[in-house]
T-cell receptor, first 111, second 111 residues
Framework: DAKTTQPPSMDCAEGRAANLPCNHS???????VYWYRQIHSQGPQYIIH?????ETNEMASLIITEDRKSSTLILPHATLRDTAVYYC????????????WGAGTKLIIKP | DVKVTQSSRYLVKRTGEKVFLECVQD?????MFWYRQDPGLGLRLIYF???????EKGDIPEGYSVSREKKERFSLILESASTNQTSMYLC??????????FGPGTRLTVT
């Protein structure tokens, strides 16, 4: 599975858009990009996934570059409850057992 | 809402004890997973199961076994607990081609 690279930490002001980058330069054609987040003392929570088109749901938007080597997760109006570790993972859809979880990005939303 | 529950949030056991961690999901998911999470190492897959009585080793199965007698329940067993098994244990479930839903985790301390 493709390795992903994320910044270890980021800050964002409450109410602003939080843009979390992820690099996955070795991603292969059948691998999706998944995003999960883990709020302190809880299990990870699924956010969104995509293959090559941009995706949006009630939680976030996912922007994937045309060459698929990087992506950005956007939380449009960050709140204090969005403070969490965000994981970007690449792998074939339906092969959860193959996903490699890195250290993620610690996003801190500041009032 | 999908709900994955784990039998304990915190557990303290002694070296050599047999430890059972229970996980129950209420969404009729075929797949279930056990991970451990340690600082700086991300989530690592211990075992997963794609059907009742079926199990597959993950990346770090040594020292662990699992049991899945019913679809909704997946148990992780530490046959003889050791201090290096002190960790956060996370259970997850998913449909065959879907995202994973995680439980709240069990923080196990082996003394």
């Amino acid at each position: 599975d493709a390795k992903t690279t994320q910044p270890p930490s980021m800050d964002c002001a409450e109410g602003r858009a939080a843009n979390l980058p992820c690099n996955h330069s070795t991603i292969s054609g059948n691998e999706y990009v998944y995003w999960y987040r883990q709020i302190h003392s809880q299990g990870p929570q699924y956010i969104i996934h995509g293959l090559k088109n941009n995706e949006t749901n009630e939680m976030a938007s996912l922007i994937i570059t045309e060459d698929r080597k990087s992506s950005t997760l956007i939380l449009p109006h960050a709140t204090l409850r969005d403070t969490a570790v965000y994981y970007c993972i690449a792998g074939p859809w339906g092969s959860n057992y193959q996903l490699i979880w890195g250290a993620g990005t610690k996003l801190i939303i500041k009032p | 809402d999908v709900k994955v529950t784990q039998s304990s949030r915190y557990l303290v056991k002694r070296t050599g004890e047999k430890v059972f961690l229970e996980c129950v999901q209420d969404m009729d998911h075929e797949n279930m997973f056990w991970y451990r999470q340690d600082p700086g190492l991300g989530l690592r897959l211990i075992y997963f199961s794609y059907d009742v009585k079926m199990k597959e080793k993950g990346d770090i199965p040594e020292g662990y076994s699992v049991s899945r007698e019913k679809k909704e329940r997946f148990s992780l067993i530490l046959e003889s607990a050791s201090t290096n098994q002190t960790s956060m244990y996370l259970c997850a479930s998913s449909p065959p081609g879907g995202a994973q839903y995680f439980g709240p985790g069990t923080r196990l301390t082996v003394t």
